[in-house]
């Protein structure tokens, strides 16, 4: 099991986000989380990647147990695409690149030939040469996406993934994402219901900081949200 969340519940104040939640995730599966504005996807995604505590419950992420709060070791075996996607935009798309290769200790002998496979794989070799900040938002995603796969990592949490992606680059990266999830767990976030079901065979519906489904069934995904999430 690559994730297991048990009871889990998390406040920030007196305001409780997630609430006794609990769910587990298999190796192979891509996993769409669906919810609307506040219902506690993003905060769920920070403490998967044990950047946030919680109150309540257990969780485990590749293995790794956690009562309170996943060890810091348990970010190698993750890469993660935040909503926000921060940059460093003064530096170029390949030397960025390299940077986070190394942050991510990464070989100095094998960083060139990953970054470039890389670059390769999410469609950036046109804009290598560029400054990040002369990039567009779509662009832009695409690094943000390229340093969330480096690394030999066993889970991937992408945040609106999708995010700034023209129809013609959605079905380049729908079909990266398919084909990263045959050799890993992914969890992705997204308002969009037809890219879950594009890209997922599992969906797990959030609201008001609970799970209210969690299904195989992506068929009338539209009015099954609605019901839940109204």
């Given at each position: 099991m690559t994730v297991n969340v048990e009871h889990l519940s998390k406040s920030i104040g007196k305001t409780e986000i997630l609430h006794d939640i609990t769910f587990n995730i298999s190796k192979g599966e891509i996993v769409g989380l669906l919810g609307?504005?506040?219902?506690?996807k993003s905060t769920l995604m920070k403490i998967l990647t044990g950047l946030w505590d919680f109150q309540q419950g257990?969780?485990?992420v590749c293995g790794i147990n956690a009562n309170r709060q996943l060890p810091h070791e348990v970010s190698r075996l993750i890469g993660y695409l935040p909503e926000d996607n921060p940059l460093y935009k003064d530096m170029y798309v390949r030397e960025y690149l390299l940077f986070m290769a190394k942050m991510h200790c990464i070989p100095r002998k094998e960083?060139?030939?990953?970054?470039g496979e890389l670059i390769e794989k999410?469609?950036?070799?046109?804009?290598?040469?560029k400054k990040i900040r002369e990039l567009s938002k779509g662009y832009r995603q695409r690094v943000g996406l390229a340093q969330?796969?480096?690394g030999n990592f066993e889970l991937l949490i992408l945040d609106e993934p999708t995010t700034g992606f023209d129809p013609n680059q959605l079905d380049d990266i729908r079909n990266l994402i398919r084909e990263i999830g045959k050799n890993c767990t992914v969890i992705l976030s997204t308002h969009i219901l037809q890219e879950v079901q594009a890209m997922c065979n599992r969906v797990i519906i959030l609201a008001q900081g609970q799970v209210k489904d969690d299904t195989t069934d992506l068929n009338n995904l539209t009015e099954l949200f609605r019901r839940l999430t109204t």
């Open positions: 609307p504005n506040g219902a506690g257990t969780v485990s960083r060139k030939q990953k970054t999410v469609g950036l070799t046109p804009m290598a040469h969330a796969l480096l």
